[in-house]
């Protein structure tokens, strides 16, 4: 059996994705070109739609995307959507104009499907027993909490590092007032879960603003080190509130394309960390497109359809 190669489209609120991976015959895979787009989309919705301009900016992306695949041998293409899209009220014109232009057709991903995936793509990357995933994505934030490995509660929340910055207005320089609102609408927001009260599990931060807040962690410390504390992280929060989003671009480890939203996610790593009374964050380097491959790549087990 010759090796696969599979592209994965992953459109979700900040980002749209593609990471294309070779397969061997044995299910071992590994990504061997990436693209991404900061595409914001949440910051195109109109009255609870997705504007023209940001259907528009999809296709694009797409018609971009398809391009790199054509100059490879691609056997299959999985592609997805999360809060951007589920969260429209247009979601059927977005995927049927998507499909009318680009061919592409576009699974949308429930609520559950994406804590599901996130929680399935970091499981056997990790040696714990019991622990919580956070993946805060631009417009919705998963949580998981799983026992002896076992997911065994999730919740999605209809906010993230995009949406918040905008709701708090967090503009060029963040001020005390702004950074204490924020904390006290999450502790609102995560004490509404009984199960995250004073589990004291440790936190598995998922996707690009928990590798963003490690990198910083890394450069910083000259470290290869995928474990912070509370009070490295917090240290971290203070730095990068005392600076202006400009001046943030100095910051080794952070991306220029996350310094405006990356205050908002760690605050939310931190609030959670609250909750859970836990003073352990782990990031992972494994995302939710590891999780929809491992299942594509079961031979046994339950199926989440996506595939």
């Known amino acids: 059996m010759k090796n696969k190669v599979v592209a994965l489209i992953d459109m979700g609120s900040n980002s749209i994705r593609l990471a294309i991976y070779q397969i061997d015959c044995v299910g071992h895979y590994k990504e061997i070109q990436k693209e991404k787009v900061a595409a914001r989309l949440i910051n195109y919705m109109e009255n609870g739609k997705l504007s023209k301009e940001g259907i528009e900016l999809v296709i694009t992306t797409l018609k971009d995307f398809q391009r790199t695949m054509n100059s490879l041998e691609i056997d299959e293409l999985i592609a997805f959507a999360t809060a951007a899209i589920r969260q429209s009220s247009n979601q059927e014109e ?8 680009t061919d592409i057709s576009i699974k ?67 001020t005390t007032k702004q950074l204490g609102e924020l904390r006290t609408f999450l502790l609102s927001q995560f004490q509404n879960l009984p199960w995250l009260a004073n589990v004291n599990y440790p936190i598995i931060g998922i996707g690009g603003t928990a590798r963003n807040l490690g990198r910083i962690y890394q450069k910083a410390q000259h470290t290869n080190e995928h474990s912070l504390t509370f009070d490295d992280i917090n240290k971290i929060l203070l730095e990068l509130s005392s600076l202006s989003v400009e001046e943030r671009s100095k910051i080794k480890g952070l991306s220029k394309k996350r310094k405006d939203i990356i205050i908002p996610g760690i605050i939310t790593f931190l609030t959670l960390m609250e909750v859970v009374q836990t003073r352990h964050f782990i990031f992972s380097e494994k995302s939710i497109r590891d999780g929809i491959l491992k299942e594509k790549l079961s031979v046994s087990g339950e199926q989440h359809n996506i595939i």
Do not use: M
Not at 94 to 101: A, G, H, S, V
């Open 94 to 101: 977005i995927l049927t104009e998507i499909k009318k232009q």
């Open 108 to 174: 949308l991903l429930s609520e559950y499907q994406e804590a599901y995936y996130g929680y399935l793509g970091v499981i056997d990357s990790i040696e714990l027993k019991d622990g919580i995933t956070i993946d805060i994505g631009g417009g919705s934030t998963e949580i998981t909490l799983f026992h002896k490995r076992n997911l065994v509660e999730f919740f999605s929340f209809p906010f993230g590092a995009v949406s918040l910055n905008s709701k708090f207005a967090f503009g060029e320089q963040v």
